[in-house]
């Protein structure tokens, strides 16, 4: 059975970091693309950031780019985020997820088939 | 980046009706969507990839149609368990993988 558990939330202050991490199990870690989306309760999903299975490369949301870091060790099975310098627009649940895809010829389709419970952050002095 | 807009954002139904979400994409996206369900305090679950293709273990009720810009998610006949938010995503073109803004199904 997939698990992905996340942990390092909390409070953080504006300006300062905080770094999440996502335990995986139950499935080979480094054959995956994995990914961290967050939403604000209430409110809809936003995707923050990817890493491919090798952590060659990695994307990222405008919404983050140049303050977070994706990163992953396959040798562990963990993924991360480091967040810096941190804003109160930061503050919301953050979900792993798990891409995976299916191919029909030439075509292939990616999707988020497991996801963690998600680990609440809140950005505040 | 590709914008997804949902419609509507929330949908009074009652158990047996049959409802349809409508997800737009902000420019075409051939079949590149996938449907999420979530229920208050849990995380998503994917539901449909490629706008039709169910996931294993989703309930027959649950279709998915669409191409290009426009897709729809059907219920053929809601069941109590199936009052939720449902998010479309695109994966198309990314980074980033944009989702719809939700659609909240709720009891009438």
């Known amino acids: 059975e997939v698990q992905l558990v996340e942990s390092g939330g909390g409070l953080g202050q504006p300006g300062r970091s905080l770094r999440l991490s996502c335990a995986a199990s139950g499935f080979t870690f480094d054959d995956y693309a994995m990914h961290w989306v967050r939403q604000v309760p209430g409110k809809g999903l936003e995707w923050v950031a990817a890493i491919t299975w090798d952590g060659a490369k990695t994307g990222y949301a405008d919404s983050v780019k140049g303050r977070f870091a994706i990163s992953r060790d396959n040798a562990k099975n963990y993924l991360f985020l480091q967040m810096n310098s941190l804003r109160a627009e930061d503050t919301a649940l953050y979900f792993c997820a798990k891409d995976s895809r299916h191919c029909n010829g030439d075509n292939c389709y990616h999707y988020f088939d497991s996801w963690g419970r998600g680990i609440p952050v809140t950005v505040s002095s | 980046d590709i914008q997804m807009t949902q419609s509507p954002s929330s949908l009074p139904a009652s158990v047996g009706d049959r409802v349809t979400i409508t997800c737009r994409a902000s420019?075409?996206?051939?079949?590149?969507l996938n449907w999420y369900q979530q229920k208050p305090g849990k995380a998503p679950e994917l539901l449909i990839s490629a706008a039709s293709k169910l996931q294993d273990g989703v309930p027959s009720r649950f279709s998915g149609s669409g191409f290009g810009t426009d897709f729809t998610l059907t219920i053929s006949s809601l069941q109590s368990e199936d009052f939720a938010t449902y998010f479309c995503?695109?994966?198309?073109?990314?980074?980033?993988?944009?989702f719809g803004q939700g659609t909240k199904l709720e009891i009438k």
């Open positions: 995503q695109q994966s198309y073109r990314t980074p980033p993988y944009n």
């Open positions: 420019q075409g996206i051939y079949n590149y």
